[in-house]
């Protein structure tokens, strides 16, 4: 079956630093991609995607390149500020599953002044 | 104005009551998904709807059920409500179609079960 494996939080960063939050997966075919963010008392929203290998999705800041030989996805941003504090989520689409998301556990980040 | 909506925000209720969560979207998809989150877990799928007539069982149906009303809602009832139960519940709708359905999700509903 699909899973998604993400690095246990919280991560705690000081405004300015590198963010790596590692995310890898195992699917049966061949799977879209996503980080979802949860900013406190909120839904979540998509943050970026990348739908094949080595496609590089990127949104505010955030990057993400799809590693199949890895099965990787790992985020990354390169200077994190106080309001980047959230809940992240990786999550794949599998072939075959139709709209069905597989999520990780989230890892929280709390970024401080 | 929000395009998904979720109502009660919170609620507190007793062992073997019959809740019902509701939720409401705009954004005219077809596709709408209840999901429960517990701390450490991530997202688990309950229910799934791509039409109308068309409603599927996710990972964690049992004690569960639904009703697609309009294609604008979902409702999610619990017949007979437990403590394990207690968890934030969101609501997500997609787009039908397509390599890829980004899913909008819902302000959730904190649902505690005494």
């Known amino acids: 079956g699909n899973s998604v494996t993400q690095m246990e939080g919280p991560v705690t960063l000081s405004e300015e630093a590198f963010l790596t939050i590692n995310c890898t997966y195992t699917?049966?075919?061949?799977?879209?991609l996503f980080w979802y963010v949860q900013y406190p008392g909120e839904g979540l929203q998509l943050l970026l995607k990348?739908?094949?290998?080595?496609d590089k999705g990127s949104n505010k800041g955030f990057e993400a390149t799809y590693r199949k030989e890895t099965t990787s996805f790992h985020l990354e941003k390169g200077s994190v500020q106080v309001s980047d504090s959230a809940v992240y989520f990786c999550?794949?689409?599998?072939?075959?599953?139709?709209?069905?998301?597989?999520f990780g556990t989230g890892t929280r980040l709390q970024v401080t002044l | 104005d929000a395009d998904v909506t979720q109502t009660p925000r919170n609620r507190i209720t007793k062992t073997g009551k019959r809740i019902m969560l509701e939720c409401s979207q705009t954004?005219?998809?077809?596709?709408m998904y209840w999901y429960r989150q517990d701390p450490g877990l991530g997202l688990q799928l309950i229910y799934y709807?791509?039409?109308?007539?068309?409603?599927n069982k996710g990972e964690i149906s049992d004690g569960y059920s639904v009703s697609r009303q309009a294609q604008a809602k979902f409702s999610l009832s619990l017949e007979s409500a437990i403590p394990n139960q207690t968890a934030l519940y969101f609501c997500?709708?997609?787009?039908?179609?397509?390599?890829?359905?980004?899913?909008?999700f819902g302000p959730g509903t904190r649902l505690t079960v005494l």
């Open positions: 997500a709708t997609s787009l039908a179609g397509g390599s890829y359905n980004e899913q909008f």
């Open positions: 699917a049966t075919g061949y799977p879209s």
């Open positions: 990348a739908t094949k290998a080595d």
């Open positions: 999550a794949l689409r599998d072939t075959g599953t139709a709209s069905k998301l597989t």
């Open positions: 954004k005219g998809h077809d596709r």
């Open positions: 709807s791509f039409d109308v007539k068309d409603i």
